[in-house]
């Protein structure tokens, strides 16, 4: 299994500003991944992390608005850019040791409330 | 990916076993099931995932029908604790999960 940490746990932010999410995990990892769930939502895919290369972004979401890193094997960033309310949302990172129907784990979550 | 249907909301009596029923008719040889749950405020906490074979462990079992279009989540002897909205999900091996709205169980003394 993995052990999967995020920081931080939560957060409130001013709309306009900028907020980055941390996501370590204590092994390294084949897949790492970044979910929104807004409030009383299901859990939406933002976008595969890619180590060493730009981030592969699902529909509706773009790199200008959530920018996203990952410099090795064990750790991502996700930024959530100009911050509206609307993007108050639980931010989720997810690791998959590897392909081929690997047990696929989750943090858990950073709590944003944007005033 | 493959999408899945899942009944909105179901009651359990506590200490009776849970059974949970996924479609995936539209499922892909190579895709796999998975079973998540998510308790209030908390992250998707794996339970079990299959392909072919159902599967059990220390939380669950997982029924696969021979076809694959279907799959049911059983927790043997629920408790309150269990009490929480599980997905079923159907993935290939991007790793990538497509959340549905899943199954809200309510565990009832």
């Known amino acids: 299994s993995a052990v999967i940490s995020q920081k931080p746990s939560r957060d409130i932010c001013q709309r306009g500003t900028s907020l980055t999410i941390q996501c370590q995990v204590d092994?390294?990892?084949?897949?790492m991944f970044w979910y929104r769930q807004q409030p009383g939502q299901s859990l939406t895919l933002i976008a595969t992390a890619n180590q060493g290369s730009e981030a592969t972004y699902e529909s509706g979401f773009v790199i200008d608005k959530f920018p996203i890193s990952r410099p090795n094997l064990t750790f991502s960033t996700l930024t959530v850019s100009n911050m509206s309310p609307e993007d108050s949302s639980i931010y989720l990172c997810?690791?998959?040791?590897?392909?081929?129907?690997?047990?696929?784990?989750f943090g858990e979550g950073s709590w944003l409330t944007v005033v | 990916d493959a999408k899945t249907t899942q009944p909105p909301s179901m009651d359990c009596a506590e200490g009776r076993a849970a059974n949970l029923p996924c479609n995936h008719s539209t499922i892909s040889g190579n895709e796999y099931v998975y079973w998540y749950r998510q308790i209030h405020s908390q992250g998707p906490q794996y339970i079990i995932h299959g392909l072919k074979n159902n599967e059990t462990n220390e939380m669950a079992s997982l029924i696969i029908t021979e076809d694959r279009k279907s799959s049911t989540l059983i927790l043997p002897h629920a408790t309150l604790r269990d009490t929480a909205v599980y997905y079923c999900i159907v993935s290939s091996n991007t790793g990538k999960l497509i959340f549905g709205q899943g199954t809200t169980l309510q565990v009832k003394p």
């Open positions: 997810s690791v998959s040791m590897d392909l081929g129907g690997n047990t696929i784990y």
């Open positions: 092994s390294q990892v084949t897949m």
